[in-house]
């Protein structure tokens, strides 16, 4: 049985002297290969806006083909250099191991912001730059991917869901730029956040991240995308064909 992860307590940047205005943490080059911090709430309590489509089996079957996507294309992402996973769920915890990916035990079961956090404090140093990404983005693509980590960002990148308003990923450089802030409204609370701490931010949508599955529309535009198109999220595809239709 492999056992968790052990992380070193990050070390803190060295203070900048009194006389000087340099930022709280100098950026290095933004071009440097980021952290993944992938939050995935326990499979008992995930996607229960799903309810009314799928039974508690097909929910958590879906969830873990939706991880298993989604490491997988952290993992060949070029600009990816470190994958972590934060989770108290025992299965999701064994898949991620399965795909490359470390993990953080998230013992509160608290909100997506609290995990996310968690896992910057657990495996972030003030060096890094973060990627908290989505859990349930089967749809994400090595080049969108690699198209927003090889090009020159601020320091908060906010990726907004296909409706604007939530946020499906959030780029961070350095990882305590802002607090996450998840949920309903979070893509302008984002970007209000970051205005208010005096640092740079912009909205970046990337078209494979804009699709999450939470409700039984956007599963029904999930399979809309299968039938549409070839290739891309083979382990959702395979659960969707075997066990939903």
Known sequence: MMSEPVFRPAQPAPPAPELEAEPRTPRLDPLRPALAIVPVKRLDIAKSRLTGALDAADRRAL?????????????RSRGIGRIVVVTDDREVRHRAIAEGAEV???QDAGSHSAA??????????????????PGDCPLMRVEDLDELLSTPQPAVVVVPDRHGHGTNALLLDPPDAIDPSFGEGSCERHLELARAAGVDAAARVVPSL???I??????AMLRAQFRS???????TR????????
């Open 238 to 245: 395979g659960v969707i064909a075997s066990r939903i239709g």
């Open 63 to 75: 969830m873990l083909a939706m991880l298993a996507d989604v490491l997988m294309n952290l993992r």
């Open 116 to 133: 996310a956090l968690r896992g910057i404090a657990a495996a972030a140093s003030p060096q890094d730059r973060v990627l908290l990404a």
């Open 229 to 235: 198109q070839r290739g891309g999220a083979p382990a």
């Open 104 to 106: 953080v035990a998230d």
């Open 214 to 219: 939470d409700t039984p529309d956007d599963l």
């Open 210 to 212: 804009a699709l999450d």
